[in-house]
C-alpha cells in the first residue's frame, strides 16, 4: 500500500466521486488515479467503491471505514513535513482559515494585518461556511483551525479555544418607529417585521431560544447566513435587523441606527478549533495568539494593532 493510493481515495471522495476532478486537483492524468484506486481495492480484497456501470459513485462499508484511516494517515504525514518545514522554512508556509462571513468581513481585517507585518512571507487562504462545514474541514485537515461560534467547542476530536464573547443589536433605517420604543424590550420587537440570521448561524438558535422561553414568537419575514444580505434587506425597508454588534460601523452603514440588545439577549462565544492531533507550527500559533489578544467582548479589533 502506498501513500499515493490513499490520497486518489481521499481526493476522489472530495471531487464527490468525479475521477477527473479528482486527477486534476492531484496534478495526474486520469488512468493514474484510477489505477490507484484500483490497485487499493485489489490490495485490501474487498469492494471499496458502489458503482454504476463502470462510474464510481461511493464507498461501501469498507471504503468508509478506509477513507477515515486514510485522512488520518495524510494528517500525520503532513504533521511530520510540519516539523521539517518548521526548522527549514520557519518563516514561510501556507495558513488555511475556516470561518463565517462575520468573522472573515468584521473580525479577522484587523487580526490579519498585524500577523501579516509578522509574517509577510505566510500565504492566508480562507475558506468560508456554515459551522457545519467548518466542523469538517478541520476534522478533515482542509483547514489548519476554523473559527466561529457554533459546533466547534461540542466536536470530541477538536481542542477548542474560546477567543471572545460577543451579543446582537437591532439594525433599523434611521426614524424607524421601532428605534422610539422606550423601554425597547422583545415583545415590542416582535410588533415588526424582522430580518436576522438563518437558524444555525452566529448564534441564531440561542436567540431563537429566547423568544420562545419569553412566549414570543418573533415576525420574521427573512433569514439569511450573510450580515450584509441582513443590512441589504432593512435598507430596503423590508423589517428590522438582529445583526452581530460587530457588523455594525457608523461609517459604513450611515443610513442604519442601532440599539444594543445584549441585556435581553444571552451572549455567545467564538471558538477557534483544531484536530487534536494536528502540529501547529510557530506562524499558526502566533495567529490564534492574535487573535485572542486583540478581540474585545463585543468581537471588534483593537485599534493598537501590535508591532
Not at 473559527?147 to 460577543?166: F, K, N, Q
Not at 450573510?226 to 430596503?236: Q, R
Request: net charge negative; proline share 4%.
Amino acid at each position: 500500500m502506498e501513500l499515493r493510493q490513499l490520497t486518489s481515495l481521499v481526493a476522489l471522495e472530495e471531487s464527490g466521486f468525479n475521477v477527473t476532478l479528482a486527477a486534476k486537483h492531484l496534478f495526474l492524468v486520469q488512468s493514474a488515479v484510477s489505477q490507484h484506486l484500483a490497485q487499493l481495492e485489489q490490495e485490501l480484497g474487498t469492494q471499496l467503491f458502489m458503482r454504476k456501470g463502470k462510474r464510481l459513485i461511493g464507498l461501501t462499508a469498507a471504503g468508509e471505514e478506509v477513507l477515515n484511516y486514510a485522512r488520518q494517515a495524510l494528517a500525520i504525514r503532513e504533521n511530520i513535513l510540519d516539523v521539517g518545514r518548521e526548522h527549514v522554512e520557519e518563516g514561510s508556509g501556507l495558513l488555511r482559515i475556516g470561518t463565517t462571513h462575520t468573522q472573515a468581513c468584521y473580525v479577522l481585517p484587523a487580526v490579519i494585518r498585524a500577523f501579516r507585518k509578522q509574517f509577510p512571507q505566510v500565504n492566508l487562504q480562507i475558506n468560508q461556511g456554515t459551522p457545519q462545514q467548518l466542523v469538517e474541514l478541520v476534522v478533515t485537515d482542509r483547514v489548519d483551525f476554523s473559527i466561529c461560534t457554533e459546533e466547534l467547542g461540542e466536536h470530541s476530536t477538536l481542542t477548542a479555544i474560546p477567543c471572545y464573547r460577543w451579543n446582537r443589536s437591532l439594525i433599523a433605517l434611521k426614524g424607524h418607529p421601532v428605534l422610539s420604543e422606550r423601554p425597547l424590550s422583545l415583545e415590542r420587537i416582535c410588533n415588526y417585521p424582522l430580518i436576522t440570521y438563518t437558524f444555525g448561524f452566529t448564534g441564531a438558535n440561542h436567540m431563537q431560544t429566547t423568544f420562545a422561553r419569553a412566549g414570543l414568537q418573533p415576525n420574521v419575514v427573512l433569514t439569511a447566513a450573510d450580515t450584509d444580505v441582513i443590512k441589504t434587506y432593512v435598507c430596503e425597508g423590508m423589517g428590522i435587523g438582529l445583526i452581530a454588534s460587530m457588523a455594525y460601523s457608523p461609517e459604513l452603514d450611515p443610513d442604519l441606527e442601532t440599539r444594543d440588545l445584549s441585556h435581553m439577549l444571552p451572549w455567545e462565544t467564538t471558538w477557534v478549533a483544531y484536530h487534536k492531533d494536528k502540529y501547529l507550527r510557530r506562524y499558526q500559533k502566533r495567529f490564534i495568539d492574535l487573535l485572542e489578544q486583540m478581540i474585545l467582548d463585543n468581537g471588534a479589533a483593537k485599534l493598537e494593532e501590535e508591532n
